[in-house]
């Protein structure tokens, strides 16, 4: 097959045409940012929350040594600049001089070392994974009588060095995280107990350019500018997430209730937002993947044939059509079209192929009942799909086509929370949700190596996608990488995880009277830093 046509995947930037038209209550709020997220589910710690959007409300509260731009590229954030060993093992990483947290209490190297040894707790269940690196000592400190990790060591306040036991070119940044201040999150650290961090979730401190104000469950996050944060006070002085759905965002930015918003991939909502005057756009090209997860732990999703007939028979075109007219693009290998690692040279394509979808359920033994279901040793074939939105466009697409092969397709809508703790649970046949924003092309496909559960949601197993996996991030050279992923990537293809759904460009709108609204999105990895420098033009 031809490889796909991405020249429609590019960003694009709209200038206000009239900024004096911003609506008065927006002008109003002189000393006020308010921007957006969908849901939260109020555990505002990093590496312990399941629901991503609570990642965007801590992004502006807690800081990193690095984080990384849209092209993937470490930036410096609390680390003023850092070595790697010559056999890409051991990283030094040398904090900027006078650091503290929003309290005012002192950063040091010695929080960096305390926030490693958190995350590398024998009770540790988050979804933060470093048995990909391996910080040496980790094996001794969980099972054995070791009182600290001794591959973390502290040189000096500013100066912190890790030795880990595998390269791996993504460690920099996992090492490099947002770091929590030991004197507050560490007061009552019993090594195997972390249960006493949930009197926390809801009270977080961090260094970031924000400090945590209030929460207003299901209607707001407030934050207040952090005059101790070592780029200097944000010259606005109060942040506010509010909690919309999607559909309630566009009518909020129009009556200047909000600043800032994402707006979807719809370009009818680009020519509305554009007739508004004072919006400015980006339509950016995200690198994220619309998936659909399928629980290969289920019996009767876990044969490849049973997954490769759910893909033939979705007109996924359709989805995609019906999602993003025009700003979207079907997927078809794990990697957003931003990323170095895309190529879809010789993976299996699976376009709409009822015919296909049908020999492949007959070969598995599901026969059509009287009902036109297809059933099995007395079972039907009814597979639930989970969705936090009604108006998600599989629902209508898949009730139709998979109506026309014998499946019963039943949809389930659920609050987002619910939807994540099923998902976590492995309790679901099929789910709808999107990757987190996709830096290195391992984001995209770790889980499918892991023997976590709760990092490997689709139970996937297969040898030789783990061994390319792991191969994928056990060098640092990018030809012999590229290498890697596109033999993986073929791999995947052939027995496919999940169902890849689509690519996608998004809709960033801001009132043009927020100064640096172009370098913000919402839980970006330096969204923080471009937080810190969003001002309020002068009328």
Request: proline content about 5%; cysteine-free; hydrophobic content about 35%.
């Amino acid at each position: 097959d031809e490889p796909a046509d991405l020249s429609q995947l590019q960003d694009d930037f709209y200038e206000a045409t009239d900024p004096s038209a911003s609506p008065a209550a927006a002008n109003e709020r002189t000393d006020s940012f308010v921007s957006t997220i969908s849901s939260a589910g109020g555990v505002f710690l990093p590496g312990f929350y399941d629901n991503g959007w609570d990642g965007n409300a801590v992004a502006p509260i807690f800081a990193s040594l690095v984080v990384t731009d849209d092209a993937g590229e470490p930036i410096g954030d609390l680390a003023e600049d850092w070595e790697v060993s010559e056999d890409g093992l051991t990283y030094t990483f040398h904090l900027r001089e006078g650091l503290v947290f929003s309290d005012g209490s002192p950063l040091t190297a010695d929080d960096v070392a305390f926030t490693l040894t958190l995350l590398n707790d024998p009770s540790y269940e988050g979804s933060v994974d470093f048995t990909k690196v391996v910080i040496a000592g980790t094996d001794d400190y969980k099972n054995g009588d070791a009182d600290a990790i001794s591959g973390i060591s502290v040189i000096d306040d500013q100066t912190i060095e890790i030795t880990t036991e595998k390269v791996n070119p993504n460690a920099l940044t996992l090492l490099g995280g947002q770091v929590l201040p030991e004197e507050y999150y560490g007061a009552d650290y019993v090594k195997g107990d972390l249960d006493y961090l949930r009197d926390l979730y809801s009270k977080p401190i961090g260094a970031g350019p924000y400090a945590f104000e209030e929460y207003v469950e299901g209607q707001e996050i407030r934050y207040t500018a952090n005059e101790n944060y070592y780029d200097g006070e944000p010259a606005i002085g109060t942040l506010i997430f509010k909690i919309l759905s999607s559909d309630s965002t566009l009518q909020n930015f129009q009556n200047g209730d909000i600043d800032q918003g994402g707006f979807g991939s719809d370009p009818d909502t680009l020519e509305e937002l554009q007739g508004l005057g004072f919006a400015s756009v980006r339509a950016r090209v995200i690198p994220d993947l619309g998936q659909i997860w399928v629980n290969n732990d289920n019996e009767t999703l876990a044969d490849t044939e049973m997954r490769q007939a759910l893909y033939y028979g979705l007109d996924r075109q359709q989805i995609v059509d019906a999602k993003y007219k025009g700003l979207g693009q079907v997927a078809d290998v794990y990697a957003a079209p931003t990323q170095w690692s895309y190529t879809n040279e010789g993976v299996t394509q699976y376009p709409y192929d009822p015919e296909k979808a049908e020999e492949l359920l007959d070969g598995l033994g599901w026969e059509v009942g009287s009902d036109g279901i297809r059933e099995k040793d007395g079972e039907k074939l009814t597979i639930s799909y989970i969705t936090t939105t009604q108006d998600d466009p599989v629902i209508p697409v898949a009730s139709a086509t998979y109506s026309e092969i014998g499946i019963d397709f039943v949809p389930e809508v659920l609050d987002g929370n619910t939807a994540f703790a099923r998902f976590y649970d492995h309790d679901y046949d099929l789910a709808g949700f999107r990757t987190d924003g996709l830096v290195d092309p391992d984001d995209a496909v770790n889980e499918f190596a892991s023997e976590d559960p709760h990092i490997n949601v689709t139970g996937y197993e297969n040898a030789d996608v783990t061994k390319l996996v792991d191969e994928g991030i056990s060098t640092f050279d990018q030809d012999e990488r590229q290498e890697i992923y596109a033999e993986l990537y073929q791999a995947l293809s052939e027995d496919p995880p999940t169902i890849l759904l689509d690519y996608r460009k998004s809709l960033s709108g801001w009132n043009a009277r927020i100064q640096g609204g172009e370098n913000f999105t919402t839980g970006g990895g330096d969204s923080s830093l471009a937080l810190a420098k969003l001002s309020i033009a002068d009328d």
